[in-house]
C-alpha cells in the first residue's frame, strides 16, 4: 500500500510539473521586444487570451466584425491592421484608446500591458508578418 501511495503521489507530481496551460499573470510578465517581434511567439498569445475571449473577437461572436484568433483573420482587414502603418491601423487606434470608442480590451477584462501595446504597435510597424 505504501508503494502505490509513492508511485501515485511520483505521477501526481509529474502532472502537476507539466502543465503548460497560459495564464493571464504569465502571460503578462513576458517581455516583447522593440524589435524583430514575433507574432506566434508574442502576438497572438495576447490575442488569444485578452482579445479572443468570449463575446469579443472569436471567428463565433465576431465583434466588431473583427476576428483576432488566426494572423490570417487578423490581417484580412486592411484597416484594421495595416501592416507597416500602425497610426492608420484601427487596432491600434482602439488598443490606445485613440478611437473615441471603448478602450479595448473592455473595462472588466485584463487589460493591455503597455508592452504589450508597444509590441502589438512595432510588430504592425514591422510589416505584421506571420512569424
Known amino acids: 500500500m505504501k508503494r502505490l501511495m ?18 493571464v499573470n ?26 479572443n475571449n468570449s463575446g469579443c473577437h472569436n471567428d463565433t461572436d465576431l465583434k466588431g466584425g473583427i476576428s483576432l484568433t488566426t494572423w490570417h483573420n487578423a490581417t484580412a482587414d486592411g484597416s484594421v491592421i495595416f501592416p507597416g502603418s500602425p497610426q492608420t491601423s484601427r487596432l491600434v487606434w482602439a488598443i490606445q ?4 470608442a471603448k478602450p479595448m480590451p473592455p473595462v472588466g477584462l485584463s487589460p493591455l500591458t503597455k508592452n504589450q501595446i508597444s509590441g502589438i504597435v512595432v510588430w504592425i510597424k514591422e510589416g505584421a508578418k506571420n512569424n
Open 97 to 100: 484608446d485613440q478611437s473615441g
Open 6 to 23: 509513492i508511485i501515485f503521489a511520483a505521477l501526481a507530481a509529474l502532472y502537476a510539473g507539466c502543465d503548460d496551460t497560459n495564464n
Open 26 to 51: 504569465d502571460l503578462d510578465k513576458i517581455t516583447i521586444p522593440s524589435s524583430n517581434v514575433s507574432y506566434a511567439k508574442y502576438i497572438q498569445p495576447v490575442f488569444n487570451l485578452k482579445c
